[in-house]
């Protein structure tokens, strides 16, 4: 097994949301607020983890067997960052009964075994690739696990995620995926929620023959983004392959409110005139 250098995946979110709680005056601020709002907070960062696991470890195949605790708690919590998930993702235990009753050491979860595999990719991906660029000078930024999970576990792009609804149980599937999504992840950084992703999941739509499912989809996107004239354009187009002229038309004209002037808007419109 490769050995590697740990340090590039420590999340450095985690290492500063440490310090911030290492910070009495702001941890005595925040239990101010919680007791004024009679709030309960759950204090879980790593100083609690650390409390539960092992000082010494056993079955280290990847990572270097001198690693620190609190380096390998720091990567460990970036790892359920970034992949949205927690410890028992990869390790076997039951989490109602704590950490301490885990047991880290067993290969048994295979998002473990694959984990393994993906710390040794981002190894590769920094020391033989990055590391070449600008004449061997290497990269300004090293890949982490989040650059492509962004806090999933299936790194998948938002259209892709649809697509495979749509394929699997068509449009109505698609659109409670896309409502469900939305509700759960917005305002993360999981998922891109656009004005072109709909757009880019009607055009697949539209290839596919699904000329109202991509008429539907543009105007949820409308329902978001009430300004989007490539929605508007993207209708008139839609509209013209179902022989609705007079519908094309009217889109057209909204898409020109949002690109004055715009030659293909105009000259769609010309044509539609004739
Ligand atoms: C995405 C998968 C993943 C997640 C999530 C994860 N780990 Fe790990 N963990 C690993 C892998 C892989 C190793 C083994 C690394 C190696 O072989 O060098 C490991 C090793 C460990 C070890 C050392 C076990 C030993 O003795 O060999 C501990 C302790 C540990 N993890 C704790 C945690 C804790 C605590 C969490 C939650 C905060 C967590 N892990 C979340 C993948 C994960
Ligand atoms: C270059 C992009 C990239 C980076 C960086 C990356 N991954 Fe992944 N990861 C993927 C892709 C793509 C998949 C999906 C592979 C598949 O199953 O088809 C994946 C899958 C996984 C899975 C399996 C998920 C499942 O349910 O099938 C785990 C676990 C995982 N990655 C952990 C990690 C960890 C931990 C890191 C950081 C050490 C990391 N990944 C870094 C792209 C990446």
Known sequence: MPRIHYKNYSDSNTERNARACNNSRSLLMILTVAIIFGAIITVSPLQKIAAQIPDSFTNLKTLPKDISKKELVDMMKGFTFAL???????????????????????????HKRMARIMLQ???????????????????????ECVTCHHGLSEPKKLETVLA?????DGLDAARMKYDSIRAEYYGGHSYDFGERTLLKFADELADDNQTAGAIEFININLEYYPESGLSYYTLGNLYEKLDKN?????????????????PPILQKIDALKK
């Open 84 to 110: 949205g998930v927690r410890c028992e993702y990869c390790h076997v235990g039951d989490p109602e009964k704590g950490l301490s009753g885990f047991d880290f050491p067993s290969d048994e979860k295979e």
């Open 121 to 143: 990719m981002v190894e590769a991906i920094n020391k033989e690739h990055l590391a070449k660029l600008r004449d061997g000078e290497g990269a300004k930024m090293k890949v």
């Open 246 to 262: 007079s519908e094309a038309l009217k889109n057209y004209e909204k898409a020109l409110e949002f690109f004055p002037g715009a």
């Open 164 to 168: 495979e609804a749509y394929a699997d």
